[in-house]
Every structure is written in C-alpha cells, then in structure tokens.
C-alpha cells in the first residue's frame, strides 16, 4: 500500500491550495484523514472522510477547508481556501483500514507573503 501526497507549495496569505492523495495497493478503507505537522509542534489532524462520504474538521479547518473522494481515481483531496501563515506545514494523508493505518509521505505547504 502506498499513498502519495502532493499539491503543497507557496502561496500568499488569503490564497488557495489543493492536496491530492493517491492511493494504491488498497481501495477499501475506512476513513482517509489529512493531519499537519508545524515546525516545532505535534503533527494534528486536520480533516476526514468516511467511505461513506461523511467529512469531519479539525476547528481550524471548519469553513476553510474542504476534503473530498474520487473513487474511482482512489484519491483524496484537501481543498484550502483563506489560507493563513499559521497554516504552513508538511501535510500528511492517512488511510485505515481495520485496526491498519498507513501514512503518505507528507507534502509541504508554506503560506508567507
């Protein structure tokens, strides 16, 4: 099972980002969650989705960030709009399936004027 993560960058304060996650080796799984990882702080969670479409946000996240499925492309996306410096961090993807959970490689997102 391998997840890749990507679509991370600059972008200035206020701007938009979208993170891909695609999966391979495995389809079916119970939920797929973006975290982050800020320099100096414990990775978070930042968002999930549930197979069955079902979303739930961190609170920094609520209003600004949207994740999303394509099934039959088996990748995840991170839609971020109004982003904020505060939002700079390596973001990661995760998949569960059962009690196993695997983790992509991370993608940086740096949000600087």
């Known amino acids: 099972v391998q997840l890749q993560a990507y679509g991370g960058g600059l972008v200035q304060p206020g701007g938009s980002l979208r993170l891909s996650c695609a999966v391979s080796?495995?389809?079916?799984?119970?939920?797929m969650s973006w975290y982050r990882q800020a320099p100096g702080k414990e990775r978070e969670w930042v968002a999930r989705?549930?197979?069955?479409?079902?979303?739930d946000y961190a609170d920094s996240a609520k209003g600004r960030f949207t994740i999303s499925r394509d099934n039959a492309r088996n990748t995840v996306y991170l839609q971020m709009n109004s982003l904020e410096p505060e939002d700079t961090a390596v973001y990661y993807c995760?998949?569960?399936?059962?009690?196993?959970?695997?983790w992509g490689q991370g993608t940086q997102v740096t949000v600087s004027s």
């Open positions: 080796g495995i389809r079916i799984f119970n939920h």
């Open positions: 995760k998949a569960l399936r059962g009690v196993t959970s695997w």
């Open positions: 989705i549930y197979g069955g479409g079902t979303t």
